[in-house]
Structures are given as structure tokens and as C-alpha cells.
């Protein structure tokens, strides 16, 4: 079974301040996507990372995919009230299978 | 253009009664799967069709069923229903199926079903 951790589960921060998610896998993933949540929506996609070592940047926000394609990194700069949501990574071997999921709050 | 249309938003049922959900995915595309989400399980893959073919199937049992029609949209059935139903249903339809990953998923706004 191919599964993807998330760490940390929860997070409630102050405006201002930085923070980083964590995806990890035992299995490699041809691709990896992040996706953030609102309450009562969809998730919505954020960034597809498809090379190991790949970088991304989405303004305050740094996507990394790991190496070896097993693990991924969100990184947000300076947070803010609006990131607040439920952060899922996702990796892709023929389907996509989701992580748990971070629940990031931020207050103002 | 619109986006993916989920119907009903709400639904409550009783146990032992059989439901039906339906996805509307965006115009052109083909790929529709469909998701389970719960707090304690997270989204858990359901199914995904193409072309009104099921490629995909997760880890449910068979009382979760579902198909496509020639024009994309989709239907999930889940019968006899159970307490532990009681999730959110998502539908996401894409353009290109797998398998190379690099599809965007474009998620509807979910069906919550109640089972009391």
C-alpha cells in the first residue's frame, strides 16, 4: 500500500511568521501535487512537481520535490490570514493518492 | 467555462437505503474520479472513468459502484448504506487520464452525505 504522511497535522501560527509542511513516502511517485482546501469546497491544485529535485515557487509559497521522488516540501514565507486551509499533497501512480492532510491556521 | 458540478450538495439518508451522486465534470474532459473524505480517513480514492470505461478502483467495497456516460457525466451509487458512509463525496474531472501525472484535477464542491 503506498501511503503519504503529512507532518505536521495541524498548525496554528501568527501572521508574519514562516512555516513548512512535510509529504513523505517509502514509494517513488512519477509526480507529486500539492492542493489546498477551503471549508465547504474543493481541493484546489496549487503546483504539480514531476523532477527530483525540482523546485517551484508560487509567490510566499516553495514547493520542493524530494531526490529520490518519495518526498515533498511546502514552504511559506511570511503567512497570512488568507493561507489559512487544509493543505494536501498528493502523489500519482496511475491514480492519485492523497496525504492526510495539514490543517494550517494563521492568525492575524 | 463552468466548473464541476456536484448535485445534490446535501444529502441525509437513513441506513440500509442506497443513494446516488452525480458529477457534472468540466466541458471536454473525460477523466472523472471520485473521492471519499473524512477527518479520519482523509480522501481515499473511490473510482476513475474514461470514456465510460472504469480504469481505476480503490479500496471500497462493492456496494460502492458508480459509471459514466457518453457525455462525461458521472454517477456514484453507494447501496445499503451504513453509518460510517457519512463523508464527503468528491467528484474531479480532468482532461487527460494518467498516467503520466502531469493532469490538473479539477475538484467539485463535494456532496456531504449524512447516514443517521
Known amino acids: 500500500t503506498q501511503l503519504l504522511e503529512q507532518s505536521p497535522q495541524f498548525l496554528s501560527i501568527q501572521e508574519g511568521e514562516n512555516l513548512t509542511v512535510y509529504c513523505n513516502s517509502s514509494?517513488?511517485?512519477?509526480?507529486l501535487q500539492w492542493y489546498r482546501q477551503e471549508p465547504g469546497e474543493g481541493p484546489v491544485l496549487l503546483v504539480t512537481v514531476v523532477t527530483g529535485g525540482e523546485v517551484k515557487k508560487l509567490k510566499r509559497l516553495t514547493f520542493q520535490f524530494g531526490d529520490a521522488r518519495k518526498d515533498s516540501s511546502l514552504h511559506i514565507t511570511a503567512a497570512q490570514p488568507g493561507d489559512t486551509g487544509l493543505y494536501l499533497c498528493a502523489g500519482f501512480t496511475g491514480k492519485l493518492i492523497f496525504g492526510q492532510g495539514t490543517t494550517l491556521q494563521v492568525k492575524p | 467555462k463552468a466548473g464541476v458540478t456536484q448535485t445534490p450538495r446535501y444529502l441525509i439518508k437513513t441506513r440500509g437505503q442506497q443513494v446516488t451522486l452525480s458529477c457534472s465534470p468540466i466541458?471536454?474532459?473525460?477523466?472523472v474520479s471520485w473521492y471519499q473524505q473524512t477527518p479520519g480517513q482523509g480522501l481515499q480514492f473511490l473510482f476513475e472513468y474514461f470514456s465510460e470505461t472504469q480504469r481505476n478502483k480503490g479500496n471500497f467495497p462493492g456496494r460502492f459502484s458508480g459509471r459514466q456516460f457518453s457525455n462525461s457525466r458521472s454517477e456514484m451509487n453507494v447501496s445499503t448504506l451504513e453509518l460510517g458512509d457519512s463523508a464527503l463525496y468528491l467528484c474531479?474531472?480532468?482532461?487527460?487520464?494518467?498516467?503520466?501525472?502531469?493532469?490538473?484535477?479539477?475538484f467539485g464542491q463535494g456532496t456531504r452525505l449524512t447516514v443517521v
Open positions: 466541458s471536454g474532459h473525460r477523466s
Open positions: 474531479a474531472s480532468s482532461f487527460t487520464p494518467g498516467p503520466t501525472g502531469r493532469t490538473e484535477a479539477f
Open positions: 514509494s517513488v511517485f512519477s509526480s
